[in-house]
């Protein structure tokens, strides 16, 4: 990603942003955050505040999930509570194709798909995820995550073993 691509991102996302009165931070960074736990030695945060994105196929469609840190995907609660019968990852290209961003990149802020997020975390104040470029962070009040993206709040992680 050249650095007016990420420019052009990282513009478009505080736009959208500030357009909708969220309270947010945008982190840069020497080299991207490639998990929950590389953030946390960061000095960003917690581990239950960390949020990854992932992008999920399912019989339904494409879905982002937004869940804690200290969780993992629980497919089975995702299926029971949507009414689905299958749902997987989505494939790295089917990702970069819908979000514009490569996996470990995937921007908190969704608007081409869904958006689900696991009430562990919308219990918190705050948050730390993808801003869809690498080496940025972007740090949000979770209140004004859920209204943008109008995720759907519920129960769909476990706890890391």
Not at 7 to 22: N, V
Not at 87 to 105: C, H, N, W, Y
């Amino acid at each position: 990603m050249t650095p007016e691509e990420v420019e052009r991102k990282l513009s478009a996302l505080r736009s959208t942003l500030d357009a909708a009165d969220c309270r947010y931070t945008i982190l840069a960074h020497e080299t991207t955050v490639h998990s929950a736990e590389d953030g946390v030695a960061r000095g960003m945060g917690r581990l239950e505040e960390m949020a990854p994105t992932f992008i999920l196929k399912s019989d339904g469609g494409f879905l982002a999930a937004i869940l804690s840190g200290a969780t993992k995907l629980s497919y089975r609660k995702i299926r029971k509570n949507l009414g689905l019968s299958n749902v997987s990852l989505a494939p790295p290209q089917s990702v970069l194709e819908i979000t514009g961003s490569p996996v470990g990149t995937v921007s908190l802020v969704q608007t081409a798909v869904p958006t689900i997020l696991d009430e562990r975390l919308a219990s918190l104040p705050e948050g730390f995820g993808g801003c869809g470029v690498p080496g940025h962070t972007l740090r949000i009040r979770l209140a004004d995550l859920i209204r943008i993206t109008r995720a759907r709040v519920f129960d769909f992680a476990e706890p890391k073993e």
